[in-house]
């Protein structure tokens, strides 16, 4: 397969994006006809390009004679292509119901349908300055997404994430910059540091690394740069769900990946100062997120703060720098996406059907919301780490990652796992007893306007609890495939 | 385990399987006659529910679930059986719909899901360093991999016992169990007093025996704080069930001290001790449901909760006081009653495995109990028959037939199990035996 596949990937949704404003739809049928056949479109061309085009590369220009931009299909990126392939069409989908009654769509459907590409662009991004690049575009793009209501709430929520982002970046160039002027290879395609690292520069390395890690850790919403991801969830719900579960912060998570195990390598990071700092960190994170996530009140905020948590599950088990954690990170990034999306997307329908948006006034919506609240629990099962469903799977990799390790900083992340589990019990099946056992003097009438909302809706969340259930009993394909990524990015194996 | 079943194989040291072994065929013997009995009895006691038809829905679906527990090959299973089954059992306890017993089910579910979380550490770990992916008596670990980390192991072991304990009222994961237990229906009272509290015996008895191994924890520091929480428990319910006047909370009381008479004979680790822990399983059931079902039976047919005011009772409802009396006696230890048997195994038990200390003062502090188990239950019993001079005669009828029949079963148990014990007591030394 020729290299220049990869582009088309991008440029699909990017263009097709950027038309939809421009294009007059003489009805909603026709705007989401045309977006959809755009979605799909790359969506398919994405996955075929995943099962045939492994290895291929493609050099866009060259910017000076070491810097160019190029595009490369490797396992790793391919996860997180894959993801996000899939999941982008069930959400437009959504989207299109959700977004039936709120004003501008053009602009919201341009915007949204440009992402795809961009995050595409994250994933096949084939060397750090082409990942940077589309990284800062990624934020550019999701800020009208954040400020789309017009509120004062959402311009400050769309102000507070352009300020976070672009620090983030900045810090994560300034990192680059360092590794690269220090004879480091920014190319993905290159593991490691290599003879760059002496004993002499390992303190600017250090320095490097956590410029990245931190720089990159505001958009995986690391502990203390999270805040953005709460306030940003006055976006409406395709936006939270489908960019604040999955696309915008898993950029992040990927990232540092990159970082992790491209840029620097297991050699370099095992043992180091600069690892520790990153477990202590993403540890305390899945801890502080959790609590935060039991104490808050607000549907869609106690979900962004349980991302905060489930992001730096990933994020930890990246830092342990070992084949498994790799694996385990790689696996909870999808379950997470799967999972936290289908959490989003109920939590939307329930504000779409009924206005309702606080955790408390969910009485009884049981009967009223069957099919909606059947799949969040299935979802608040599988997010607390219930077997057979998927997230008991990624938590357990995630956990022999960490007793493998056998390190006092590793046991510290079992135990905040652990006690994340039983936040996580607390804060969402909390919201399923009230939902299905409502109290004695519970008045059905007052749920009677309350209807099930359409299939637009239904059908991707019947779908992804199909996901959650088959994923957790028969994760083979999806284990080989993520396998795939451990010869890559471990070559001394 | 031989020949176990694999319904799915998830990956790699991930499946879902059963079989059967001998420790699996008692408590599912168990459960279905406990199950059977209080199916009959609650087919009466309906009447008195909020929402029958939610209750005998949960009710079998819990029943599914301890029977898979039972038979479950594996740690994975054993955890997801034992979540899903606190998951079911959960609506039974709220099903009055009041906020407080919706308070009281969300306690237990919350103190329920932290306990199996805690276990979930002993599975991350022998996941790790163990051989087998299922239960082997003496224990699964790699003596090869586990050298030099027997340190973690051992907090490893001690926290997830404690978190299964939870299920089976250990201090300090009690609490839940007073206040769920009471606000259920009847019969759900007394199967989750009488037999899903031994679901967490099981889970510990799984842990310690087949996965971890006596071996590796007999003499350990984990030993020894495990009995002396026991201990604890064993007296500390004992002393709140006799200070307590609602008739149903004294007895969960007593469940919390009582089931950690049979955690004392497991964490001590000897084959005669678990010999009287496995009989006090099944004699504790017996009796604890039957008393659950007099306490019930009081409430559905003459609206009485609290024990000051069942004065006289007994002579209003002479089979339920006569079934709740003997039960009574069974529970304190009185020969011939069951209950007597079991004690003595779990004293003699602990007396000839000569742990410092906790082998004399677990006797001890078991005797201590047996009087204040007398002292909570049989003032009932006596202010029932004979309610004194000058009392004025109380209100109140016989329980219905089906109600009836449920105790009566339950008291010619108590009274046979006890006489001829001998065929349950070799069965049970057998499997006790084949644990070590």
Known sequence: MNGIGILIAIAIPIL?????????????????????????AASVYTLSLLASGQGTSFVLYHLTSTIDITFRIDRYGSIFALLVSVLWPLASLYAFEYMSHLHKKNRFFGFYTMCFGITLGVAFAGNFITMYLFYELLTLVTVPLITHEGTREAKVAGVKYLVYSIAGATAAFIGMIAV?????????????????????????????????????????????????????????TPVTALLHAVAVVKSGVFAIGRVVYFTYDAGYLDGSFVQKVGLLFSAFTIIYGTVMAWKEMHFKKRLAY????????IVFAFLLVTPSGLEAGLLHMIFHGVMKIALFFVAGAVMHQSGRIYVTELRGFGKAMPVSIAVFTVASLALTGIPPLCGFLSKFAIAEAAVE?????????????????????????????????????????????VKEANWYMTLPLVLLAAAIILLGCFPGPLMRFIGGVVPAAFPGL | MTNAVTLLTISDGLSIQFASDGLGRIFLCLDTVMWILAAIYASKYKEHMKKPKQFFVFFGLTYLMLAALSMAANYLTMYLCFEFMTLLSMPMVLNDGTMESIAAARKYLMYSIFGATLGLLGFFFSAYYGTSA???????????????????????????????GAKAGLFPLHA????????????????????????????????????????????????????????????????????????????????????SYVLFGVFTMNPAAVLGALLHVVYHSIIK???????????????????????GMGKKMPVTYGCFTICSLGLIGIPPFAGFLSKWYLATGSLSEGLPVLSWLGPAVLLLSALLTAGYLLPISIQGFFPGEGEKEAEGKEAPGRMLFSMLVLAAATVL????????????????????
């Open chain 1, 16 to 40: 097709g994006g950027a038309f939809v404003p421009l294009l007059d739809f003489g009805s909603r049928r026709a705007r989401e006809s045309y977006v959809m056949a755009i979605v799909l």
């Open chain 1, 180 to 236: 690269l002027s220090h004879g480091g290879s920014l190319e993905f395609d290159v593991i490691g540091l290599g003879s760059a690292a002496t004993p002499e520069n390992r303190r600017l390395f250090d320095l490097a690394f956590l410029f990245m890690f931190f720089g990159f850790g505001v958009k995986s919403a690391v502990w203390p740069l999270h805040g953005w991801l709460p306030t940003a969830g006055v976006a409406p």
């Open chain 1, 306 to 313: 349980s991302t905060v948590s489930n992001l730096s599950y």
């Open chain 1, 405 to 449: 390790e056998s390190t006092p900083f590793a046991y510290f992340g079992i135990a905040a796992l652990l006690i994340s589990a039983i936040f996580t019990a607390a804060y969402l099946l909390t919201i399923c007893i009230r939902a299905y056992f409502p109290p004695a003097d519970f008045e059905p009438w007052s749920l009677k306007s």
């Open chain 2, 134 to 164: 299922v239960f082997v008596s003496g224990g699964v670990l790699d003596a090869a991999k586990t050298a030099g980390k027997e340190g973690t192991l051992l907090v490893t072991a001690f926290i997830s016992i404690v978190g299964f």
């Open chain 2, 176 to 259: 839940w169990l007073p206040t769920a237990h009471p606000v259920a229906p009847a019969p759900a009272s007394a199967v989750l007093s009488g037999v899903i509290t031994k679901a967490g015996v099981l889970c510990i008895l799984r842990i310690v025996y087949q996965v971890y191994g006596a071996a590796f924890l007999s003499g350990t520091w984990v030993q020894t704080a495990l009995i002396v929480l026991a201990l604890i428990t064993v007296f500390m319910g004992s002393m709140m069930a006799y200070g307590e006047d609602l008739l149903k909370k004294r007895l969960a009381y007593s469940t919390v001290s009582q089931v």
């Open chain 2, 289 to 311: 449901d039957c008393l659950f079902f007099g306490a019930g039976a009081v409430i559905f047919t003459n609206h009485k909760e609290y024990v000051s005011q069942l004065r």
């Open chain 2, 417 to 436: 199990l006890g006489i001829f014990a001998q065929p349950l007591s070799d069965v049970m030394q057998q499997i006790a035996g084949g644990l070590f």
